[in-house]
């Protein structure tokens, strides 16, 4: 059964740091991207960044490139994805999700959400002070 599960939410202060997790399980095979993706009120849901479980390359939107940091960690049954998110700003506050692509994907489409086929349920990260 396949499954994304986002964890690491939270309310955060200006200028500070959170680390957003994913659960993911159910993929037999690792020829896979993992990407997050964010919504705030009133607007589209946009790719935040990417990384493909088979080669570990990445891939970031221009607004957070600098400040996140997407990594994975392979466990037996399920894969760890990490967003380390540093300098938060209010501007970030949105709900997070967390998605799976099957590859391959081309290179401008990478944070593309019509990419992605399965989705956790989404954690909220609030940013203000």
């Known amino acids: 059964q396949v499954q994304l599960v986002e964890s690491g939410g939270g309310l955060v202060q200006p200028g500070r740091s959170l680390r957003l997790s994913c659960a993911a399980s159910g993929f037999t095979l690792d020829y896979y991207a993992i990407g997050w993706f964010r919504q705030a009120p009133g607007k589209e849901r946009e790719g935040v960044s990417c990384i493909f479980l088979n080669d570990g390359s990445t891939a970031y939107a221009d607004s957070v490139k600098g400040r996140f940091t997407i990594s994975k960690d392979n466990a037996e049954n399920t894969v760890m994805v990490y967003l380390q998110m540093n300098s938060l700003q209010p501007e970030d506050t949105a709900i997070y999700y967390c998605?799976?692509?099957?590859?391959?994907?081309?290179?401008?489409?990478?944070?593309?959400?019509?990419?992605?086929?399965?989705w956790g349920q989404g954690i909220q990260v609030t940013v203000s002070s």
């Open positions: 998605a799976h692509a099957r590859l391959p994907i081309f290179d401008r489409l990478r944070l593309n959400p019509t990419m992605y086929d399965y």
